[in-house]
């Protein structure tokens, strides 16, 4: 069965800094991963998807992430953070046979001034 | 184009009410699907519209949860009997039935608050 680990469940990065959010997945077969930002009281937003081709994806906002099949795992990086960049971000995962997505338990990022 | 709309935004009812949570989908999706999001259990899969399919109803946690889809458009996501657990967020998404078929496009969620 898939599953989606994100460590920690806070982080805090000061404004212009590297933003590094970590995921790794579990999963017998080639997954599809996916990064969804969250904003307070809002649904959730697509960041960013992987599915084949090039390991290396850009998103909106800036922010991108580097599938590494030897690693499981899909980090979120945005080089230089912004204070809008606060949110809740969630790692989720679906692969080819199905279609539910399975979500890790996110990481809520704070950015100071 | 109009996103994923839900309704109501916030829905207060005391326990052993029934509610009824609705999402509109956007305009030619396909597939719909109903998440929870809660404090203890994070974002979880509740069930699972594709077309004129049967739906996959895997994730509901028990049988006080329902939901259709009419018309393969709007869906309806009842609890009967509200349990002060059931309080959560309840978030709808759709997609496209074509190669971004794993793209979904999330609402932004009913508030459900059992007292």
């Known amino acids: 069965a898939q599953s989606v680990t994100q460590l920690g469940s806070h982080v805090s990065v000061s404004e212009g800094a590297l933003v590094l959010l970590r995921c790794n997945y579990s999963s017998s077969v080639p997954p599809y991963l996916f990064w969804y930002v969250q904003y307070p009281n809002q649904g959730l937003q697509l960041l960013l998807k992987y599915t084949t081709g090039a390991t290396l994806v850009k998103g909106i906002n800036g922010f991108e992430a580097e599938f590494k099949k030897s690693e499981t795992s899909f980090h979120l990086t945005k080089p230089s953070a912004h204070m809008s960049d606060a949110a809740e971000y969630f790692c989720?995962?679906?692969?080819?046979?199905?279609?539910?997505?399975?979500f890790g338990s996110g990481t809520r990022l704070l950015v100071r001034p | 184009g109009a996103g994923v709309s839900q309704s109501p935004s916030n829905k207060v009812t005391e326990k052993g009410k029934d509610v009824e949570l609705r999402c509109d989908p956007i305009?030619?999706?396909?597939?719909l699907y109903w998440y929870r999001q809660s404090l203890g259990q994070g974002l979880e899969f509740l069930i699972y519209f594709q077309g004129n399919s049967a739906p996959d109803k895997s994730g509901l946690p028990s049988d006080r949860f329902s939901a259709e889809r009419t018309g393969g458009s709007v869906s309806t996501l009842t609890i009967q009997r509200t349990q002060q657990e059931d309080s959560a967020v309840y978030l709808c998404a759709s997609s496209p039935n074509n190669r971004l078929h794993y793209e979904q496009y999330f609402g932004p969620g009913t508030r459900l608050t059992v007292t």
């Open positions: 989720a995962v679906t692969k080819d046979s199905s279609y539910k997505l399975i």
């Open positions: 305009s030619g999706h396909t597939a």
